[in-house]
């Protein structure tokens, strides 16, 4: 084979390899979408009624208690996650910090970056155990937060990194401190923030493994703070092992509103994501 | 005159992204055989735009249309049958930015001696390397470290060693974008004496905004304005004796400035009469 | 006059408490991420700890035989899973996500790279839940009539090479937009270097773009292997959760993550047993922050040789 031949089927495997990419996102997005949004949209009450007292065995009521334990438990972890991730990207990317001390955050943020959420799920279980408390919605919105903080730092460190410097030298020259140069920057990348806080939100929605040991997967509506709780892709995960074909069906719904979700928040953070590359100076996509 | 090696017909690009930019508008050049050409003009005047269209390298991006022809001795580069490769293989390139690829600096120079298989032998290759070596002057500062990464070297060492790479593949004309602009003043130097020890072997069409660089090194000058070919004369005449008003303009404009070192600042005045034009 | 300088004055006082405080608060926030980390470690260790007086690490590594029930502790099966589990996965993920994101970065131009990027963000952030779900209908079907079948093993189309395809479809996406990335951010240069010298588009691919990019197409392969190594849910949900050794690649069995998803509930009630779930939990940090940490030395390394 001569090397332009070798060439062209090289490009074609390429092509090839992005082309099955592409086709089982299509597969995958559409068996959801189809088998969820039959069950779905034939009854779609199912999501806003509160589960009976034999759910998961019978499939009697609907998955509102996974509905609102999702928004319970990932709207709070969101902020707190949002305001440690924010303030440690301004911490490494303002003049606070030494350059060496950064790169060891650094080091330790990719690693948590990496870490299997489930880690963080048997992390808080361990204090669970530790201080004997019981699994709870509470210790859902810690677990989750953990998980957000890497992925929502590193979302917020690059949109700063993006910011032009000339903001924070400009501040400098006008006799502004440290913290106004800093928030400063944190303007001018503010879009690309709130898009990695959406990020963050969506992926949070998404995780089954850190919530699974930490909520308690309650079958009942949640009752407090302290009270067992589950989400949505916990649920689907129960109902789709369950032997009642009712229930396995409630789980194509729970899909259907669970990916429609996270579709529609990573559409809203592209289009801000863009919005800002656009208006940024320099900035990546223009 | 010698022959020609190189001869664009009428050749125009435009860029299609946003809004269409005619970035050369139907030059006809000759490029003499044996000679060093400079092309010469303002920034943004077309001068990358052309060297790169003549062996196709333009081609890597996107929304660039293209019209006319080049032709590399009698045989048409755009209208061929001839893979493009084997094209670029015989129109050799060396881009502004000293680039060494990411292997060691004996691979640097052997790369397209390994891409064609040009030697029979691993002794043979040795002895290419060290020729192509030579011939560009890196020989003696590299000799003990071939197995160095490319990149260690200085840029200066860089340029060279891209040089030498180019030179492997035994091209019939080589294209030079601004070679020493990513130098200091010592380097860019020793890179020009190696252009000028090259020149009387090889074809070379080298693009600068030095007008001084272009006085010492070229035989030939074409003189670019706002993707128009303006003028082209030997060197001696263009300066002495522009043929056109523009050239007298500009050559004059520039020769004020003198130093060497202050090639920058020129041309960006002129680049803003050009932003005006449009 | 003096009534605005006393003004100023006390402004200039609030500004630099505002940056005291903030100075501290962000101190705080910078080092969170560092005790994050170690507590985790100390965290997961400390409750490890009544397995690890009960049993020797070798033991609990090397022994097959896991019954909680009856206080055996037997980690290999988990461990066999794991690996199985995660060198299918990469090497049916990997050289298409390589290959995929060449095509991305240097084939594909206008609207049909926009396109086919922007899908395959879709499809890392699709939960992996729902990959779980579709594969369930979709896969496991497959397997079990036919491609199972095929090669003469009978299953029910759960088992290790299942979550294996599936993982790779999870971690795909994932991979393609780190190789992307490090392969946009070469120099122009590059590419034009290799080409002016005659090289076609292909062996400029293969000898200096994966090269000059390989530093972070290598990183993307060990993070895309992290998540594969601690995936929970799709595992869980595919794997067919039976603590043995594997015999084939098509037989059920039981990764890590699936161990501590499957026996959580009753069981955690022994003491023994929570431990060792615990454990299980360290032995996922410790490799993956190994793999990261020899990741990042090998990655420095490698930038080191193939610098540009």
């Known amino acids: 084979m001569d090397r332009y031949a070798k060439g062209r089927l090289f490009g074609l495997l390429a092509r090839g390899a992005a082309a099955l990419v592409v086709a089982v996102m299509v597969l995958v997005v559409a068996v959801t979408i189809y088998r969820g949004g039959r069950v779905f949209l034939t009854d779609p009450v199912i999501a806003f009624t509160p589960p009976g007292s034999r759910y998961m065995l019978e499939g009697d009521g609907g998955f509102l208690h996974a509905v609102l334990g999702s928004l319970f438990i990932v709207v709070p972890a969101t902020v707190v996650s949002a305001v440690l991730a924010v303030s440690t990207a301004i911490y490494l990317q303002s003049d606070y910090s030494s350059e060496r001390f950064s790169d060891l955050v650094n080091m330790f943020l990719n690693v948590l970056w990496g870490t299997p959420p489930i880690v963080y799920g048997v992390f808080v279980l361990t204090i669970i155990i530790a201080i004997g408390a019981r699994t709870s919605l509470f210790f859902g919105i810690i677990a989750i937060a953990i998980f957000q903080y890497p992925i929502m730092t590193r979302y917020t460190d690059e949109a700063l990194r993006s910011a032009p410097e000339t903001v924070k030298e400009a501040t400098y020259g006008l006799g502004g401190t440290r913290f106004e140069a800093a928030l400063m920057t944190f303007r001018a990348a503010l879009p690309g923030i709130i898009a990695g806080i959406i990020m963050g939100f969506a992926r949070g929605i998404g995780d089954a493994a850190t919530v699974l040991f930490t909520t308690g997967r309650s079958t009942n509506m949640p009752g407090g703070l302290f009270e067992g709780a589950t989400t949505l892709p916990v649920l689907i995960f129960d109902q789709a092992m369950s032997f009642n074909a009712e229930v396995r069906s409630h789980a194509y719904a729970a899909s259907f509103v669970l990916i429609v979700a996270v579709l529609a928040l990573i559409i809203v953070s592209k289009l801000l994501a863009g919005r800002y590359a656009r208006y940024a100076p320099g900035g990546r996509h223009s | ?278 | ?308």
């Open chain 2, 1 to 278: 005159m010698t022959d020609a090696a190189l001869t664009t017909d009428n050749l125009a690009v435009t860029y299609t992204g946003n809004r269409n930019v005619e970035a050369l508008k139907g030059v006809s050049i000759e490029f003499p055989a044996n000679q060093l050409t400079a092309i010469i003009g303002p920034s943004g005047c077309g001068k990358s735009t052309l060297l790169k269209s003549l062996n196709r390298l333009h081609e890597i991006q996107s929304n660039v249309e293209i019209s006319g022809d080049v032709l590399l001795g009698e045989q048409s580069v755009y209208d061929t049958d001839e893979p493009v490769p084997e094209l670029r293989r015989r129109i050799g390139y060396v881009p502004q930015t000293p680039t060494a690829l990411p292997v060691s600096i004996y691979e640097n120079v052997a790369y397209g001696l390994k891409i064609h298989g040009d030697y029979d032998s691993r002794a043979e290759l040795d002895e290419q390397v060290e020729h192509y070596l030579r011939k560009v002057n890196l020989w003696s500062e590299v000799e003990d470290r071939l197995d160095a990464p490319g990149a260690e070297l200085s840029t200066g060492q860089i340029q060279r060693l891209c040089l030498a790479r180019s030179l492997a593949v035994e091209p019939e004309v080589l294209l030079c974008d601004e070679v020493t602009s990513a130098l200091d003043p010592v380097s860019a130097e020793t890179v020009e004496e190696t252009l000028e020890s090259l020149k009387d072997e090889y074809t070379i069409i080298m693009v600068t905004h030095s007008m001084d660089q272009a006085k010492r090194l070229a035989d030939e000058v074409v003189f670019l304005y706002l993707g128009d070919c303006i003028e082209t004369n030997d060197t001696r005449s263009f300066f002495e004796n522009p043929q056109h008003e523009r050239t007298a303009e500009f050559v004059s404009g520039h020769t004020v400035v003198g130093d060497d070192d202050d090639d920058e600042s020129e041309p960006t005045a002129t680049a803003t009469t050009v932003e005006a034009g449009r």
């Open chain 3, 1 to 308: 006059m003096a009534g605005s300088t006393e003004s100023s004055s006390h402004r200039l006082d609030r500004r630099l408490l505002i940056e005291r405080l903030s100075s501290r608060w962000l101190q705080g926030a910078g080092y969170f991420a560092i005790a994050l980390f170690a507590l985790i470690v100390l965290a997961l260790l400390y409750q490890s700890l009544p397995l690890l007086s009960e049993y020797s690490l070798v033991q609990a590594l090397t022994s097959s035989n896991w019954d909680p029930a009856q206080n055996q502790f037997g980690f290999l099966p988990a461990i066999v899973g794991t690996i199985y589990v995660t060198a299918l996965t990469m090497a049916m993920g990997t050289p298409i996500a390589i290959l995929a994101a060449i095509y991305i970065a240097e084939y594909a131009e206008g609207r049909a790279k926009t396109l086919v990027s922007s899908f395959i963000d879709v499809l890392a952030a699709i939960p992996s839940v729902i990959f779980g779900l579709v594969a369930l209908i979709v896969v496991v079907p497959v397997v079990g009539d036919y491609l199972a079948p095929a090669v003469g093993s009978s299953a029910t189309g759960l088992g290790i090479f299942t979550v294996s395809l599936v993982m790779a479809i999870v971690v795909t996406p994932f991979m393609i937009s780190l190789s992307v990335e490090s392969l946009e951010a070469l120099p122009d240069e590059l590419r034009e270097s290799s080409l002016g010298v005659g090289a076609t588009k292909w062996e400029t691919i293969r000898s200096v773009l994966l090269r000059a990019a390989g530093p972070g197409i290598f990183s993307a392969v060990l993070l895309g292997f992290g998540r594969v190594f601690g995936a929970t849910i799709v595992p869980a949900m595919l794997i067919g959760g039976q603590t043995h050794l594997p015999s084939s690649p098509f037989a059920t069995g039981q990764t890590l993550p699936t161990l501590i998803v499957n026996d959580f509930g009753e069981l955690m009630s022994l003491p023994l047993t929570q431990s060792a779930l615990i454990f299980v939990g360290l032995m996922l940090v410790v490799v993956v922050w190994l793999f990261n940490f020899t990741a990042m030395f090998v990655r420095r390394r490698l930038q080191r040789r193939w610098q540009y």
